[in-house]
Nanobody, 127 residues
Framework: QVQLVESGGGSVQSGGSLKLSCVVS????????IAWFRQTAWMERDWVVA????????DIADSVKGRFVTSQDYDKKTVFMEMFDLKPEDTGMYVC????????????????????WGQGTQVTVSS
């Protein structure tokens, strides 16, 4: 079965940076869509970014555009998200999600379209 494992979270001050990683393991024969969601204390999942692993296609939320940058290592089945100029409102549990099909605009922003989920990595930004 496919597993997603996140890492890289931590506590930083406002303006700081972090780099999150999502490693995808298991039987993957396609170019899957991998997305990051920020889960709040109220268990809401706010979509952040999505990339198709193995392709250049990516989509990023307006709230983080210009501050968050995605990259990937296809051979290692890893998606990275570098977070710059972090703000207190970026605080949350960042959870990696995936599905076998490539990303599609708007569909990649909907948590219900993803069948693989990681455990998450906590990001805390203090003012």
């Amino acid at each position: 079965q496919v597993q997603l494992v996140e890492s890289g979270g931590g506590s930083v001050q406002s303006g700081g940076s972090l780099k999150l990683s999502c490693v995808v393991s298991g039987p993957i024969n396609t170019k899957p869509c991998i997305a990051w969601f920020r889960q709040t204390a109220w268990m809401e999942r706010d979509w952040v970014v999505a990339v198709t692993l193995g392709q250049t296609w990516r989509d990023i939320a307006d709230s983080v555009k210009g501050r968050f940058v995605t990259s990937q290592d296809y051979d290692k089945k890893t998606v990275f998200m570098e977070m710059f100029d972090l703000k207190p409102e970026d605080t949350g549990m960042y959870v990696c999600a995936g599905r076998p099909q490539p990303c599609r605009w708007l569909e990649d922003q909907d948590p219900s379209s993803f069948s693989w989920w990681g455990q998450g990595t906590q990001v805390t930004v203090s003012s």
